[in-house]
């Protein structure tokens, strides 16, 4: 086991000419949570995107475990979507039963009881189900494995703020604890008080990379604070005002 | 895990085509019936038929007829959905971080495809063959001549079974070319950001312009192969060259259209 989980080395993203990440240089190790900050539009999701393998980075390399992106990264890691992906036809077990299938990881008996305490009925039809059910279904299949490395795009991006933690209370009380967490999200208070550590994404480059506590104390303020001032003063830097 | 894809597009197959197998047989049962019955016998032994009949075989054959055409269209718009939908469109987002490789993807859809081509042309076959007039004596004599042609087999008997089973491997491996030229032609789609739908149908007609350039070149060179063949050779071996030729060059281009998707979903993935 490769005591880094995560490592960037100049990752470049262009999407035709528009550069998405410009240099990305990241090393990430256990048993974190950490959050991916940025406003929208800053390269969240495409580094997410990168590290489980839906993106190609256009320059530099990336290793999970070790390991170049493939079959076995894959396999470690929990990757949530910010949108539905499964097909309507199906049953929330039917999805249970393929993830069982194709991750070792995958333990269906804590799914069905994630079910229960979140009031969903693993055996109606997705299609059936209310929009808000579905993302409670597919954060089910992202938690109740015992990944490596969970990647959560936006997890509390569309719901209301009590559903927000109950999200993230979800999230705390399944993870496997030897395992890291990166949270994307650009609402930074809500999320401040579980994460380790903290990720500043602006404009495709990492600004701030560093542990909660350090950041508190050097800064003398919370990472929400920080996270604010740093992209408020952007808008106004150029003086339109 | 190749297994496994399969298990789930095959699953999702027989979801789709649950219904319509079994009713294009059943319809086919109906129309025999209804064909019978339109012929009436009358009292002097003379053949004649009855409107009311008439009119009732002339519309359970209508619904037949639709349903087998529903039955094609179907096969069609399922591959193109299932490839479409679940590697390009938002399932790709679980199909593509699941722990396989882009090639065995492909495979799966492309032979849960073929598998449902082939069996919707053999419940075509068996439906005429249900549709026909027969009786139970007709069923077995046909059963003795299948007994028949066992029990006198020779060399003749082993190079039209031969024949048979070239001719279903050539029906196969064009399904194959036709089902990767689709979806070479909707990975190039993808690659756009915009119009990513009309973008694939502008790239599957200029692929089909190409090959059809590219028949017209070497079908010169075919015609002299095969016609040398002929004019060395007698017996059987000139029809089994023909054919192996033909599915050698259908399966040459299915392999440039497998490695181009293969290419596109491993390198240049990118989902909406």
């Not at chain 1, 890291?180 to 480059?205: C, N, P, W």
């Not at chain 2, 050539?170 to 030229?181: D, H, P, R, Y």
């Not at chain 2, 990513?196 to 190409?210: C, D, E, G, T, Y």
């Amino acid at each position: 086991m490769n005591e880094l989980l995560v490592t960037c080395t100049g990752v470049v993203k262009r999407y035709g000419n528009k550069p998405a990440l410009s240099g990305v240089n990241l090393e990430l190790g256990r048993g974190r949570i950490v959050g991916l900050l940025g406003p929208n539009g800053s390269g969240k999701t495409t580094l997410i995107k990168i590290l489980c393998g839906l993106l190609q980075p256009t320059e530099g390399a990336v290793l999970i475990d070790g390991q170049t992106v493939g079959p076995y990264t894959k396999s470690v890691i929990s990757y949530l979507p910010d949108r539905m992906y499964f097909a309507d036809w199906m049953k929330a077990t039917d999805l249970f039963d393929l993830f069982a299938d194709f991750y070792k990881d995958f333990d269906k008996a804590r799914a069905m009881s994630m079910c229960a305490s979140l009031g969903v009925t693993p055996s109606d039809k997705l299609k059936t189900m209310s929009k808000g059910t579905k993302e409670k279904v597919q954060l089910v299949l992202v938690m109740a494995r015992k990944a490596q490395l969970y990647l959560l795009d936006e997890p509390i991006a569309g719901v209301d703020p009590a559903a927000r933690d109950f999200i993230l209370g979800t999230i705390l009380t399944n993870y496997n604890e030897a395992g890291t967490v990166l949270i994307s999200t650009h609402l930074i208070s809500d999320v401040e008080r579980v994460l380790d550590e903290a990720i500043f994404l602006k404009d495709g480059q990492i600004t701030l990379h560093d542990t909660v506590d350090n950041i508190r104390e050097r800064e003398g303020k919370s990472v929400d604070g920080l996270f604010r001032e740093i992209f408020r003063a952007r808008n106004y830097e150029g003086g339109a005002f | 895990m190749f297994g496994k894809l399969l298990k789930y597009d095959f699953r999702s197959m027989f979801k789709q085509f649950a219904f319509i197998w079994p009713a294009a047989l059943v319809l086919a049962l109906v129309n025999h019936f209804t064909m019978s019955a339109m012929t009436t016998v009358n009292g002097d032994g003379i053949l004649g038929t009855s409107t009311a009949g008439t009119t009732t075989a002339g519309i359970a054959m209508l619904v037949y007829v639709a349903i087998l055409l529903a039955m094609f269209i179907t096969a069609v718009v399922f591959t193109i959905q299932r490839f479409y939908k679940g590697v390009l469109g938002d399932e790709g987002y679980l199909m593509h971080t699941l722990p396989v490789r882009p090639w065995q993807l492909i495979g799966s859809k492309l032979l849960c495809a073929v598998v449902t081509t082939f069996l919707s042309v053999v419940v075509a076959v068996l439906s005429i063959l249900v549709i026909m007039p027969w009786s139970w004596r007709d069923i077995n004599a046909v059963f003795r001549a299948f007994g028949y042609l066992f029990s006198h087999w020779n060399m003749e008997t082993t190079q039209a079974m031969w024949g048979l089973l070239e001719l279903l491997l050539l029906m196969l491996v064009s399904f194959a070319t036709g089902f990767l030229q689709l979806y070479v032609s909707m990975s190039i789609g993808h690659l756009f950001s915009k119009n990513r739908v009309a973008l694939s149908v502008v790239a599957f007609i200029v692929i089909n312009a190409l090959m059809v350039a590219l028949m017209n070149a070497v079908l010169p060179w075919m015609e002299h192969v095969i016609v040398s063949v002929f004019a060395e050779t007698s017996g059987m071996w000139p029809y089994h060259r023909a054919v192996w030729t033909i599915i050698g060059v259908d399966f040459i281009i299915a392999a440039v259209y497998f490695a181009g998707t293969e290419y596109i979903l491993r390198r240049k993935l990118n989902l909406e």
